[in-house]
């Protein structure tokens, strides 16, 4: 069965620094997402992508964030800065109807 | 304005009980999409349903179940004779079509089932 995967599944760097975190969607599929969880609470919606650009974007997801699609398969979030309340952890989904999830990141950031 | 509520917080039950998670949503648009996941003790998100706001018909599914009622703008999810495996947390979320399919969440109900 197809699935999402995301890289690193655990990622620890210094307040300040540049991280980029990456996922595979499943390859038929169109829009893709980024999410937010903060440890114990909900899951947030950072922004999503279609035909190669942003299609809605979250407050969250200000002028630090950055998403791309490089190449036909991969789709990152770029953290420019990353701030000590960026730690949370990640997900990337993708859709045809329901909305597959990878199994997340987990950012750490001291 | 979208918004799904899980009243919530915690439920702990002992093996076998059945259990109902509450889910309750506001939105303006006629269309739209409700669903469940699971996030186990590893994190991973796990789809569990999907219903269009066109189908009020209940589902089962092996010892789950779903009642969708627009009147009350509730979705809620039903399991019947737990088990210690269902231990998670479960959130309801809700997406509007035409609306890039995000998803909005509720907070999320911990589930706790002992043996």
Redesign the interface.
Known sequence: EPEVTQTPSHQVTQMGQEVILRCVPISNHL?F?W?RQILG?????LV?F?NNEI??KSEIFDDQFSVERPDGSNFTLKIRSTKLEDSA?Y?C?S?N?????G??T?LTVL | AQKVTQAQTEISVVEKEDVTLDCVYETRDTTYYLFWYKQPPSGELVFLIRRNSFDEQNEISGRYSWNFQKSTSSFNFTITASQVVDSAVYFCALSEAGNTDKLIFGTGTRLQVFP
């Open positions: 829009y997402y999410y609470q909900k899951v947030e919606f999503s279609y299609s809605e952890m997900f989904a859709t109807n329901e909305q597959f999830f199994p997340g987990r």
